[in-house]
Nanobody, 124 residues
Framework: QVQLVESGGGLVQAGGSLRLSCAAS????????MGWFRQAPGKERELATA????????YYLDSVKGRFTISRDNAKNTVYLQMNSLIPEDTAVYYC?????????????????WGQGTQVTVSS
């Protein structure tokens, strides 16, 4: 069983930056692909970005390309999401999730373990 705990969310003005962290425990973190999903009020959850077990493969939603960067430190069992040039449309609860298949898969059904989420609010 893998436990995931997100941190780093908050309120930021448009154009600002935030760095989210997700600390994992209870499993073999280095074998899991990791994803950052987000869900805005009244909208479906979507995958913003994902990274393979090695970090060698990543996926980004078109709307975050060039602004968000996912990275991982397998020695620290942590995955990060650096968010720059934030816009109000980025406002959502952000969840990290672990996928035991190891590949940066887009489908949420592949992700077995989920964190509790952290709120990101971008004001205009």
């Amino acid at each position: 069983q893998v436990q995931l705990v997100e941190s780093g969310g908050g309120l930021v003005q448009a154009g600002g930056s935030l760095r989210l962290s997700c600390a994992a425990s209870g499993g073999t973190f280095s074998s899991y692909a990791m994803g950052w999903f987000r869900q805005a009020p009244g909208k479906e959850r979507e995958l913003a970005t994902a990274i393979s077990w090695s970090g060698g493969s990543t996926y980004y939603l078109d709307s975050v390309k060039g602004r968000f960067t996912i990275s991982r430190d397998n020695a620290k069992n942590t995955v990060y999401l650096q968010m720059n040039s934030l816009i109000p449309e980025d406002t959502a609860v952000y969840y990290c999730a672990a996928n035991p298949l190891g590949r940066a898969i887009r489908s949420s059904s592949a992700y077995e373990y989920w964190g509790q989420g952290t709120q990101v609010t971008v004001s205009s």
